[in-house]
């Protein structure tokens, strides 16, 4: 027995020290690619010494002799610190996902090719003008000579996860950082997937009068009635049903998690300190690390500072020594699905106005790995490339014997957006940056801009040009064989709203609906929600004058519009009503619910049970006044829509007959199934979080999600390159943290703002920004989290361009000397 106890032992002690040693060397070979901010580097590619100043949260400030330098110092830092992340964004816009993960991201490069987008970019190339070649060249260079500097001192291959995966670099190309940017466009746009969706509901709601309740215009006059789906294809045969199955293909994003955000701007009438004032958080899918990179850039123009995406040599966002502008989403309509009806007698034909037209084709081989590749047929009509019908629900909506076609403004072969970007970054006005904005393609933006005296707001990006007979006026697919439903172009930039120097000294976009115009000049029908804006209007009215604090307290602010308007209505018939009821039962359970919300000012801060109470129980109302009417299409409709509650409630053109269920002999009110919503949110809760109404907590339900993308569902490793963080705001909130709507944990925040910025031309040097995770994407670094502390707390960092500033809390100085 003891020699049996002593071989386990030394056999336990040899797997222990077999184990050590093992954790040691992968900890070794993955910390080899943390990069050294200490150093000097010999290269080729610049005319003269590159600093790269870290400051203390490791922002790179780049001082270079000339603007190419500054620029392939940038390409530099961007590798440095974020390889892996470009890598992977190049890949998917590639459509070469699959080489590395196999077969799980087979769809993903399947429709990734299909749009052609790399194409696309890389004949782009030639439009740029001849500064943004040389930046988008020299930007490459510094970015390739990160790399050849990790393979030739064996430097970790440059980030632990290419230890995990084989991904091979090859160098960096200028097509690549303009196919990053229409990947950004693409993550952006939503227009289609309402297409879809509008179809699919129009196709099954009993009385199509009701589809202007679930899927409500923006209150504003301007919108004309839908025709019917069915009714656009006469004698086809439609389908009836609705999937419900498809999941989205990365990065296209689920609907209501497309592109938002939130800026404002104030003149100096408005501003305490006599100077303009400017805020803006952009809203993306929480990643980890984040989308945005800080840096700052010393041009032959000055300095420029902001939020930048690596694999991009543009400061897309952020100021310079005169200027600052941010972005938000536009909503801009940029996107149309046609119906293609192929020719029975050949396939490889569709109509067309003028007859049956061949395909233009091209095949694709996608190589997967561990497996044989695949080859993919890519067929373009006219109107756009096909998309796979077994994605996005199209099987729901396409009429047999049709494919599907999508038309795009980022389908563009001679895109000059990049050149756009950069030009913005030298100007030194509101109007010099005015006079850059006819460039931009895509994505669409509003773009606002204040420089020391101004103020100005502009949507950019390109816009169809529609007939105004378009039949479903670009709101639904339409027939793409009939030439009123083609694009006709795209209008002149003169169409394109803007503004200027307002009177009342305020400009601001939350998403919200910008203008009313009639079709085919109303810019969108589909705009982001309606409730935020109310907020914003109340605080930037509720002071005569602003300052860079005030800014950031509306940027911060937790209020929920959504709650103060729907909760007198859904519970107008609930409150102080019916006898005290004994504890332990649902009728107790309601009441003190009830008591809770009645004293709630409609602050969605992480602290309090109430926003969890409301989140859920209107969550679980929109689901019972359309699940019998939708079926599994209600799992679609993911997140509350406030306007669609609200006409329920006030029976705005009989929309109150959601309220009665379709399936019972009884005739529902909506008292009723308010009642019966909280409780169905209560069973709910009580179930996930305990029956303590009074400890609940919104933070634990509403956690900030930053996930890595690859390594985010891998266990053990997951919780080193996740970050969860408890937080505040709501999906209507003006510190928005959409919720995921879906799966076990439904109130999870996915997507809100992964930058925040706040500048102020009274005192240049206090503006103040933040990114949401931190500027590493290697998680050994401390500089990989290390800035979501303070941006959960509501904090920010300086955003100086004083030099002395930056060298003096430095952390590290890299110096690229010529060779």
């Given at each position: 027995m003891?020699?049996l106890?002593?071989?386990?032992?030394?056999?336990?002690?040899?797997?222990?020290?077999?184990?050590?040693?093992?954790?040691?060397?992968?900890?070794?070979?993955?910390?080899?690619?943390?990069?050294?901010?200490?150093?000097?580097?010999?290269?080729?590619?610049?005319?003269?010494?590159?600093?790269?100043?870290?400051?203390?949260?490791?922002?790179?400030h780049?001082?270079?002799?000339?603007?190419?330098?500054?620029?392939?110092?940038?390409?530099?830092?961007?590798?440095?610190?974020?390889?892996?992340?470009?890598?992977?964004?190049?890949?998917?816009?590639?459509?070469?996902?699959?080489?590395?993960f196999?077969?799980r991201?087979?769809?993903?490069?399947?429709?990734?090719?299909?749009?052609?987008l790399?194409?696309?970019?890389?004949?782009?190339v030639?439009?740029?003008?001849?500064?943004?070649?040389?930046?988008?060249?020299?930007?490459?260079?510094?970015?390739?000579?990160?790399?050849?500097e990790?393979?030739?001192?064996s430097?970790?291959?440059?980030?632990?996860?290419?230890?995990?995966?084989?991904?091979?670099?090859?160098?960096?190309?200028?097509?690549?950082?303009?196919?990053?940017?229409?990947?950004?466009?693409?993550?952006?746009?939503?227009?289609?997937?309402?297409?879809?969706?509008?179809?699919?509901?129009?196709?099954?709601?009993p009385?199509?009068?009701r589809?202007?309740?679930?899927?409500?215009?923006?209150?504003?006059?301007?919108?004309?009635?839908?025709?019917?789906?069915?009714?656009?294809?006469?004698?086809?045969?439609?389908?009836?049903?609705?999937?419900?199955?498809?999941?989205?293909?990365w990065?296209?994003?689920?609907?209501?998690?497309?592109?938002?955000?939130?800026?404002?701007?104030?003149?100096?009438?408005?501003?305490?300190?006599g100077?303009?004032?400017?805020?803006?958080?952009?809203?993306?899918?929480?990643?980890?690390?984040?989308?945005?990179?800080?840096?700052?850039?010393?041009?032959?123009?000055?300095?420029?500072?902001?939020?930048?995406?690596?694999?991009?040599?543009?400061?897309?966002?952020?100021?310079?020594?005169?200027?600052?502008?941010?972005?938000?989403?536009?909503?801009?309509?940029?996107?149309?699905?046609?119906?293609?009806?192929?020719?029975?007698?050949?396939?490889?034909?569709?109509?067309?106005?003028?007859?049956?037209?061949?395909?233009?084709?091209?095949?694709?081989?996608?190589?997967?790995?561990?497996?044989?590749?695949?080859?993919?047929?890519?067929?373009w009509?006219?109107?756009?490339?096909?998309?796979?019908?077994?994605?996005?629900?199209?099987?729901?909506?396409?009429?047999?014997?049709?494919?599907?076609s999508?038309?795009?403004?980022?389908?563009?072969?001679?895109?000059?957006?990049?050149?756009?970007?950069?030009?913005?970054?030298?100007?030194?006005?509101?109007?010099?940056?005015?006079?850059?904005?006819?460039?931009?393609?895509?994505?669409?933006?509003?773009?606002?801009?204040?420089?020391?005296?101004?103020?100005?707001?502009?949507?950019?990006?390109a816009?169809?040009?529609r007939?105004?007979?378009?039949?479903?006026?670009?709101?639904l697919p339409?027939?793409g064989?009939?030439?009123?439903?083609?694009?006709?172009?795209?209008?002149?930039?003169?169409?394109?709203?803007?503004?200027?120097?307002?009177?009342?000294?305020?400009?601001?976009?939350?998403?919200?609906?910008?203008?009313?115009?009639?079709?085919?000049?109303h810019?969108?029908?589909?705009?982001?929600?309606?409730?935020?804006?109310m907020?914003?209007?109340?605080?930037?009215?509720?002071?005569?004058?602003?300052?860079?604090?005030?800014?950031?307290?509306?940027?911060?602010?937790?209020?929920?519009?959504?709650?103060?308007?729907?909760?007198?209505?859904?519970?107008?018939?609930?409150?102080?009503?019916?006898?005290?009821?004994?504890?332990?039962?649902?009728?107790?359970?309601?009441?003190?619910?009830?008591?809770?919300?009645?004293?709630?000012?409609g602050?969605?801060?992480?602290?309090?049970?109430?926003?969890l109470?409301?989140?859920?129980?209107?969550?679980?109302?929109?689901?019972?006044?359309?699940?019998?009417?939708?079926?599994?299409?209600?799992d679609?409709?993911?997140?509350v829509?406030?306007?669609?509650?609200?006409?329920?409630f006030?029976?705005?053109?009989?929309?109150?007959t959601?309220?009665?269920?379709?399936?019972?002999?009884?005739?529902?009110?909506?008292?009723?199934?308010?009642?019966?919503?909280?409780?169905?949110?209560?069973?709910?809760?009580?179930?996930?979080?305990?029956?303590?109404?009074?400890?609940?907590?919104?933070?634990?339900?509403?956690?900030a999600?930053h996930?890595?993308?690859?390594?985010?569902?891998?266990?053990?490793?997951?919780?080193?390159?996740?970050?969860?963080?408890?937080?505040?705001?709501?999906?209507?909130?003006?510190?928005?943290?959409?919720?995921?709507?879906?799966?076990?944990?439904?109130f999870?925040?996915?997507?809100?703002?992964?930058?925040?910025?706040?500048?102020?031309?009274?005192?240049?040097?206090?503006?103040?920004?933040?990114?949401?995770?931190?500027?590493?994407?290697?998680?050994?670094?401390?500089?990989?989290?290390?800035?979501?502390?303070?941006?959960r707390?509501?904090?920010?960092?300086p955003?100086?361009?004083?030099?002395?500033?930056?060298?003096?809390?430095?952390i590290?100085?890299?110096?690229?000397?010529?060779?």
């Amino acid at each position: 027995m003891a020699t049996l106890f002593r071989w386990l032992l030394r056999l336990a002690s040899a797997a222990i020290f077999l184990s050590v040693v093992g954790v040691l060397l992968v900890y070794y070979l993955a910390s080899r690619s943390l990069p050294d901010y200490n150093e000097t580097l010999t290269t080729g590619g610049i005319s003269a010494e590159v600093e790269i100043v870290r400051d203390n949260a490791a922002v790179p400030h780049i001082f270079a002799t000339n603007d190419e330098d500054a620029f392939y110092g940038l390409g530099y830092a961007h590798a440095q610190d974020r390889l892996w992340q470009m890598v992977m964004l190049r890949r998917t816009v590639q459509g070469r996902l699959s080489e590395v993960f196999g077969r799980r991201t087979l769809d993903t490069d399947m429709l990734l090719r299909r749009l052609d987008l790399y194409t696309l970019a890389t004949r782009s190339v030639a439009s740029q003008s001849p500064e943004a070649t040389a930046a988008l060249r020299a930007y490459a260079a510094g970015v390739n000579a990160r790399i050849t500097e990790i393979n030739e001192q064996s430097l970790g291959r440059g980030a632990p996860e290419f230890f995990v995966f084989n991904a091979p670099m090859a160098p960096w190309q200028p097509a690549d950082s303009i196919a990053i940017v229409k990947l950004m466009a693409l993550q952006l746009s939503g227009q289609f997937r309402d297409e879809i969706l509008r179809a699919q509901t129009a196709l099954l709601l009993p009385d199509p009068d009701r589809l202007q309740d679930i899927l409500p215009d923006i209150p504003g006059s301007g919108t004309a009635a839908l025709p019917e789906y069915a009714s656009l294809f006469p004698g086809k045969a439609m389908p009836r049903y609705a999937s419900a199955d498809d999941q989205g293909v990365w990065p296209v994003p689920e609907r209501g998690l497309a592109g938002a955000s939130n800026v404002w701007a104030a003149a100096p009438s408005r501003s305490a300190g006599g100077g303009t004032l400017l805020a803006n958080d952009p809203h993306l899918g929480f990643t980890a690390p984040s989308t945005w990179y800080l840096a700052r850039l010393n041009l032959a123009s000055g300095g420029v500072i902001g939020g930048t995406i690596p694999g991009v040599p543009a400061v897309m966002l952020g100021r310079s020594e005169t200027l600052a502008w941010g972005i938000t989403s536009s909503y801009l309509d940029d996107q149309d699905l046609h119906i293609e009806e192929l020719n029975p007698e050949n396939t490889q034909q569709y109509r067309t106005p003028d007859g049956w037209a061949e395909f233009t084709t091209r095949r694709s081989i996608v190589e997967i790995a561990g497996e044989a590749p695949v080859t993919v047929t890519l067929r373009w009509t006219e109107n756009g490339p096909v998309l796979p019908r077994s994605r996005f629900d199209l099987e729901a909506i396409t009429p047999p014997g049709h494919v599907v076609s999508m038309n795009w403004t980022a389908l563009s072969a001679e895109d000059t957006s990049m050149t756009a970007a950069l030009d913005l970054m030298h100007a030194q006005t509101v109007n010099e940056a005015l006079e850059t904005t006819p460039l931009y393609v895509a994505p669409s933006q509003m773009l606002t801009l204040t420089d020391k005296d101004g103020i100005a707001m502009k949507l950019i990006g390109a816009m169809p040009s529609r007939d105004p007979r378009h039949q479903s006026q670009g709101r639904l697919p339409s027939p793409g064989w009939i030439e009123a439903n083609r694009w006709q172009g795209m209008l002149p930039d003169s169409a394109n709203p803007v503004w200027t120097d307002p009177e009342g000294g305020i400009l601001g976009n939350t998403n919200n609906k910008i203008i009313d115009r009639p079709f085919p000049m109303h810019v969108s029908f589909d705009w982001g929600d309606s409730q935020r804006v109310m907020r914003w209007s109340q605080l930037m009215q509720g002071r005569q004058v602003h300052t860079r604090d005030s800014f950031i307290e509306a940027q911060l602010d937790t209020v929920s519009p959504a709650a103060r308007t729907l909760l007198p209505l859904i519970g107008r018939d609930l409150w102080y009503t019916g006898e005290a009821a004994p504890d332990g039962t649902p009728e107790r359970q309601r009441q003190r619910a009830l008591d809770l919300l009645a004293d709630w000012n409609g602050e969605m801060n992480e602290h309090l049970p109430e926003p969890l109470i409301y989140a859920a129980w209107v969550r679980a109302l929109q689901d019972r006044l359309i699940r019998d009417e939708l079926g599994p299409l209600a799992d679609r409709y993911t997140h509350v829509e406030p306007l669609f509650i609200e006409r329920v409630f006030r029976d705005v053109d009989g929309a109150a007959t959601w309220c009665d269920v379709i399936r019972s002999v009884k005739e529902e009110t909506c008292s009723d199934i308010a009642r019966m919503a909280l409780d169905d949110a209560l069973v709910w809760i009580g179930e996930t979080y305990g029956t303590q109404l009074e400890s609940l907590r919104w933070g634990d339900a509403h956690q900030a999600v930053h996930k890595h993308q690859v390594l985010g569902d891998i266990p053990v490793l997951r919780y080193f390159v996740n970050i969860r963080q408890s937080t505040s705001g709501g999906d209507f909130t003006l510190e928005r943290g959409v919720s995921a709507g879906t799966g076990p944990e439904p109130f999870l925040s996915v997507h809100g703002a992964g930058y925040r910025g706040v500048y102020d031309f009274a005192d240049p040097d206090s503006s103040v920004f933040i990114n949401a995770t931190g500027q590493s994407g290697h998680f050994l670094s401390r500089h990989y989290d290390d800035l979501g502390t303070l941006w959960r707390r509501g904090e920010y960092i300086p955003m100086s361009l004083d030099e002395d500033l930056a060298r003096a809390a430095s952390i590290g100085v890299t110096r690229l000397e010529p060779r």
